[in-house]
């Protein structure tokens, strides 16, 4: 048995806490493509042995809603043929049906009215399309728990990962078993992850009047990860007449999907420009390697290109841990001066500064950022900092701390 059969991420401990309470909120899980949500609901309800009942509504076909009335049934009948554990009902995927959350919101009710013992999950991979459904129809109704890409931890776990091979494989569980094969874990990563994502999580279910340039957009972030690059810049590089609110808002939808966010300059007190230039960053290394098209060995042999993985890590590693947005992420840059991360949360304000290898055009602006802002506390990782290592091993609140 593999170890990845029983692994667990901690997520599933948290989800039994909640499904041990009596059904007063609704769980909602939130997450992109292939980072175990489905895993960590069904190992969840199993570990409970009590009886649930999962379905799907990530089908080629749009699902009604009458389909959610019929799953939400056989959960009632579960829990009706059960003494006093009730029943557990999943429901993936759930933002593909059309106004999805005014139907569960009156199941939901009913069951609150005639005391009806079962717990609900759902399951989401958009969270633009989730969130709106959540904050129009079911205010009150649920809570939230976020799953990021897996941690650099999760996977040497799991899979045995060497940081090498984290940094050039990134954190997709469902890809680790092919990484023996690089043509066919590059053919999983694109087929099976990010073709889906942009073509049923994003097009499919989102008004974007250019899919081909939201597709070369997604291409050109993944290849300046890391790299401040202004709209105009991108439009040059992507030879398209749009304009730079398209841009800004299809970035937007790729980041709302767990692909590639472009995060903005820090400012202080001072009102946030939107239009800033965007500091490109993706939320799995893997969305870089596959597309590449270059075996491990070989890519990591270029200094370069393992320097842009290294920051490209530790950018994803920050990244996904804002996904609850306790966590917010800038970048800083004056002139030829430039802070690589800015991470604030609370009234805490860290700078953190990656020392990769990578040649690069700026130099490190940390003490004029400190001079200038006074942070809480100051980061260096790589050359005499924090390792890569060490850094990647630990959540990023530990950092913060």
């Keep these: 048995m593999s170890k990845y059969s029983t692994y667990s991420r901690p997520i599933v401990a948290t989800l039994i806490s909640r499904l041990q309470e009596p059904p007063r909120l609704i769980q909602v899980l939130i997450g992109a493509r292939q980072v175990g949500k489905t895993t960590a609901a069904n190992q969840a309800a199993e570990r409970l042995q009590i009886a649930y009942h999962y379905a799907t509504a990530d089908v080629p076909s749009l699902r009604s809603l009458e389909w959610i ?18 029943s557990v009902l ?50 009150g109704r649920f809570e939230v728990l976020n799953l990021p890409h897996w941690s650099f931890t999760e996977m040497r776990e799991a899979f045995d990962f060497s940081l090498d091979e984290y940094l050039f494989y990134g954190g997709y569980p469902g890809a680790a078993p092919l990484s ?26 989102t008004r974007v009047d250019k899919p081909a340039l939201l597709r070369r957009l997604f ?23 749009g304009n730079t609110t ?24 001072v009102v ?4 800033s230039s965007p500091k490109l960053q993706v939320f799995n290394t893997a969305l870089i390697t596959a597309q590449r098209e270059i075996p491990i060995e070989e890519a990591l042999n270029e200094s370069d290109f393992k320097g842009r993985l290294v920051e490209s890590a530790i950018g994803a590693h920050i990244v996904n841990a804002a996904t609850d ?6 970048y800083w840059r004056e002139n030829n001066l430039e802070v690589d991360f800015v991470v604030e949360t609370g009234s805490t304000l860290t700078a953190i500064e990656v020392k990769s290898g990578r040649v690069r055009n700026s130099v490190p602006g940390i003490s004029a950022f400190a001079n200038a802002f006074n942070p809480s506390r100051v980061l260096l990782i790589g050359s005499r900092g924090i390792s890569v290592y060490e850094f990647l091993s630990k959540p990023v609140e530990h950092w913060l701390s």
């Excluded at 009335?69 to 043929?81: F, V």
């Excluded at 890391?226 to 439009?235: A, E, P, V």
């Design 69 to 86: 009335e019929q799953q939400w049934e056989i959960a009632r009948k579960l829990a009706e043929n059960t003494t006093d554990s009730g």
């Design 90 to 139: 999943i429901l993936d995927e759930i933002q593909k049906i059309p106004q999805w959350s005014e139907m569960v919101k009156l199941l939901w009710d009913e069951d609150r009215l005639s005391n009806a013992d079962v717990k609900v999950v759902v399951l989401g991979s958009t969270p633009l399309l989730m969130e709106r459904g959540l904050t129009e129809s079911l205010a």
């Design 180 to 205: 023996q094969d690089f043509e066919r874990w590059a053919d999983y990563i694109k087929n099976s992850l990010i073709e889906p994502t942009i073509a049923r999580d994003i097009l499919l279910l």
């Design 219 to 241: 291409e050109l972030g993944c290849t300046y990860s890391g790299q401040i690059l202004s709209y105009n810049k991108m439009l040059g590089r992507l030879q398209d007449a």
């Design 246 to 269: 398209t841009l800004a808002h299809y970035l937007d939808l790729l980041a709302k999907a767990g692909m590639l966010i472009g995060f903005t300059k820090y400012a202080g007190q």
């Design 272 to 275: 946030r420009q939107r239009g």
């Design 325 to 330: 947005r306790k966590i917010k992420v800038y």
